[in-house]
């Protein structure tokens, strides 16, 4: 168990270009979140996966946003057009759904500055 | 839509001290709550989970207790040691379905424990 980890864990970026996250989950588990975090504040939730389904999408995820995790292992978050206001670490976490004793383990985050 | 409000926003208390860190949110329909760390820059890592149903939890030094119906819980931090500098974020799952939901989070309490 090597845990959640996140590619890259720095991005700096122009405003109006796309960028592409990676989060790899620990192994077997079956759920994958992504939320962001901005200085001072606790983290927001923006989408939650079960398995390979995209099961919930929080009104923060913009249309310039878009997750994917193929075949139910890692997942991508895109960014297109990005924002100054996009600059935020960008968490991912991952759980194996025990119900109410599910705990959710997250990675280092990847934090993006868009000038 | 779920508060979550932690106080206080910042504490700083010598090395050895008992303390009280709370946690406050406005709707009691929950699956569970959870108390994480983050280190600066770093990702979260979980303390302690607590069920609906349970009233409190304790890992070593640390104890958190939840009373669902009055929307709080609290961490107590025992004998605190420098080390547990960090950022404490508690966070709560909301109870719709199976609950299968993002977390929301609270602000955090950043503690410094000094020597």
């Known amino acids: 168990d090597t845990g959640v980890s996140q590619n890259p864990r720095h991005k700096i970026t122009k405003r109006g270009q796309n960028v592409t996250f990676r989060c790899d989950p620990i192994?077997?588990?079956?759920?994958l979140y992504w939320y962001r975090q901005t200085l001072g504040q606790g983290p927001e939730f923006l989408t939650y996966?079960?398995?390979?389904?995209?099961?919930?999408k929080s009104r923060l995820l913009s249309d310039r946003f878009s997750a994917e995790r193929p075949k139910g292992s890692f997942s991508t978050l895109e960014i297109q057009r990005t924002e100054q206001g996009d600059s935020a670490m960008y968490l991912c976490?991952?759980?194996?759904?025990?119900?109410?004793?599910?705990?959710?383990?997250f990675g280092p985050g990847t934090r993006l500055l868009v000038l | 839509k779920q508060e979550v409000t932690q106080i206080p926003a910042a504490l700083s208390v010598p090395e050895g001290e008992n303390l009280v860190l709370n946690c406050s949110f406005t709707?009691?329909?929950?699956?569970?709550l959870q108390w994480f760390r983050q280190d600066p820059g770093k990702g979260l890592t979980s303390l302690l989970l607590?069920?609906?149903?349970?009233r409190e939890q304790t890992s070593g030094r640390l104890n958190a207790s939840l009373d669902k119906s009055s929307g709080r819980s609290t961490l107590y931090i025992a004998a605190s040691q420098p080390g547990d500098s960090a950022t404490y974020l508690c966070?709560?799952?909301?109870?719709?379905?199976?609950?299968?939901?993002?977390?929301?989070f609270g602000k955090g309490t950043h503690l410094i424990i000094q020597p």
């Open positions: 996966f079960q398995n390979e389904a995209q099961l919930e």
């Open positions: 709707d009691s329909a929950i699956y569970n």
């Open positions: 192994s077997e588990h079956n759920r």
């Open positions: 966070a709560v799952r909301p109870d719709i379905g199976g609950g299968a939901d993002g977390l929301t």
């Open positions: 607590i069920q609906s149903s349970q």
């Open positions: 976490a991952s759980s194996l759904g025990r119900g109410a004793l599910e705990t959710q383990y």
